[in-house]
Nanobody, 126 residues
Framework: VQLQASGGGLVRQGGSLRLSCAASGTILSINSMGWYRQAPGKQRELVARVSGGFVADYADSVKGRFTISRDNAKTVSLQMNSLKPEDTAVYYC??????????????????????WGKGTQVTVSS
């Protein structure tokens, strides 16, 4: 599976950005899909994720400002409002544990892995 993220950029403090991520392939089920971020010199951290049952989970630092949504089975979006300079980071789309159909063979393959997209930079100026 490949994850394609879009929507990063430069915004002033208090501004908004919307990130989107689309997964390729025939995905049959996902444990969770969401966003992590990594700031310079820091570890990658969870921002928000939504489970296969569409239950959302947020980092405390973004609650009330960010909203995650599963647009369909293979797309997730993150609406980021009231952005702060400390939100500056590279944001990574993530799928945790999935089952997918391999089109060439028709085989259904399930794994317990984390799948990552290439990051998208979000920069918030003060």
């Amino acid at each position: 599976v490949q994850l394609q993220a879009s929507g990063g950029g430069l915004v002033r403090q208090g501004g908004s950005l919307r990130l989107s991520c689309a997964a390729s392939g025939t995905i049959l089920s996902i444990n969770s899909m969401g966003w992590y971020r990594q700031a310079p010199g820091k570890q990658r951290e969870l921002v928000a994720r939504v489970s296969g049952g569409f239950v959302a989970d947020y980092a405390d630092s973004v609650k009330g400002r960010f909203t995650i949504s599963r647009d369909n089975a293979k797309t997730v979006s993150l609406q980021m409002n009231s952005l702060k300079p400390e939100d500056t980071a590279v944001y990574y789309c993530n799928i945790n544990k999935l089952c997918q159909k391999i089109e060439i063979t028709g085989e259904i393959v399930c794994d317990g892995e984390d799948h990552w997209g290439k990051g998208t930079q979000v920069t918030v100026s003060s």
